[in-house]
């Protein structure tokens, strides 16, 4: 089992910057994907960005390439969301999620572990 916690969210203006942070608990963290999501009022949770195990692999969804990326730091049992030119279509509350294996790293159903959360608001 692995617990998260998230930080590092906040209110920020359009075209700034956050960078959100996940630590996980645990001697096992290299052993386990990791994946950020949001989820924004009235919508589904929504994949952000994942990482293997290494972190020399990653994904993202087409609305933040370019602008976000994952990293992890498995001495730190920590994976990193460094967000730049953020608007206010990043609003959400962005969580963190970690499982061994994954059929499909889009499908938050698919991911077993989850932090409870950070909320980042970017306004206009």
């Known amino acids: 089992q692995v617990q998260l916690v998230e930080s590092g969210g906040g209110l920020v203006q359009a075209g700034g910057s956050l960078r959100l942070s996940c630590q996980a608990s645990g001697r096992t963290f290299s052993s386990y994907l990791m994946a950020w999501f949001r989820q924004a009022p009235g919508k589904e949770r929504e994949f952000v960005a994942r990482?293997?195990?290494?972190?020399?692999?990653?994904g993202y969804v087409d609305s933040v390439k370019g602008r976000f990326t994952i990293s992890r730091d498995n001495a730190k049992n920590t994976v990193y969301l460094q967000m730049n030119s953020l608007g206010p279509d990043d609003t959400a509350v962005y969580y963190c999620?970690?499982?061994?294996?994954?059929?499909?790293?889009?499908?938050?159903?698919?991911?077993?572990?989850w932090g409870q959360g950070t909320q980042v608001t970017v306004s206009s």
């Open positions: 990482i293997n195990w290494s972190g020399n692999n990653t």
């Open positions: 999620a970690a499982d061994y294996k994954v059929h499909m790293y889009s499908d938050y159903e698919a991911w077993g572990y």
